[in-house]
């Protein structure tokens, strides 16, 4: 017993010191965004590569205000989708492969944020039930047709089965948990959590401030 006990605390020591060690977070370069100076983005609709059909549009309805308050203008996504439709590109994959002049043609826009939805959806985890949704995201100069940003981000919301019972109550808790938030779409509020972290200025690694903020300039 005492060798077992003796284990535990030495891989809690270990996770411990894992954790406190973390990578510091990595540098960016913002050198090609401060000299492209954006003022409009133009928001595809988001690549998903998760299971569930609606990350698409959860996803795109709610990354037009996090930009907005860093100081862009972002053209109305629901226009920019029916004018794809319009001209027969109705699929995500399709409309990531027009190339970037193209873009600027049709939209006039400086820039053009490609987004793709990695995580969405609610998760029965033995003992709790999380629902998660992660995103990256690039940046892309649609005169040059050049990188400006990169990012990632996630956001979870995760109910533990913590309920009288034991662990029968424990496991009955997060199959409500996950009958509750899979009936009420609790991804779409996690969505937007989501959005707010991968898209607002002033986090480090984040985009900068655009001609609209008062912090333009300052970063």
């Known amino acids: ?44 609709p988001p690549l998903n590569e998760s299971p569930d059909v609606t990350a698409t549009y959860s996803m795109l ?32 994959g399709d409309i990531h492969a027009v190339p970037p002049p193209k873009l600027r ?12 939805v990695t995580d969405y959806g609610t998760k029965y985890q033995v003992v709790n039930s999380a629902t998660v949704v992660s995103a990256k995201a690039k940046l892309v100069d649609l005169r040059t047709g050049g990188t400006l940003w990169t990012g990632a981000a996630s956001a979870s919301n995760s109910q533990s089965g913590n309920a009288g019972g034991g662990l029968v109550g424990m ?37 900068l401030y655009g001609p609209r903020s008062a912090r333009y300039g300052a970063d």
């Open 105 to 116: 043609d049709i939209f006039g826009a400086d820039a053009a944020l490609y987004i793709t």
């Open 61 to 92: 309805s709610q990354v037009s205000y996090p930009l907005a308050e860093a100081g862009y203008y972002v053209l109305p996504v629901a226009l920019v989708d029916e004018t794809f439709r319009q001209n027969g590109l109705t699929t995500p």
């Open 171 to 207: 496991l009955v808790a997060a199959a409500v948990a996950q009958v509750i938030n899979s009936v009420s779409d609790a991804s779409y509020s996690v969505a937007g959590t989501t959005s707010q972290k991968l898209l607002s200025a002033g986090s480090p690694g984040g985009i």
């Open 1 to 44: 017993m005492k060798d077992l006990l003796k284990r535990a605390l030495a891989l809690l020591a270990v996770a411990g010191l894992a954790a406190g060690c973390a990578a510091p977070p990595k540098h960016v370069d913002y050198a090609a965004f401060k000299e492209s100076k954006p003022r409009s983005i133009l928001v595809l």
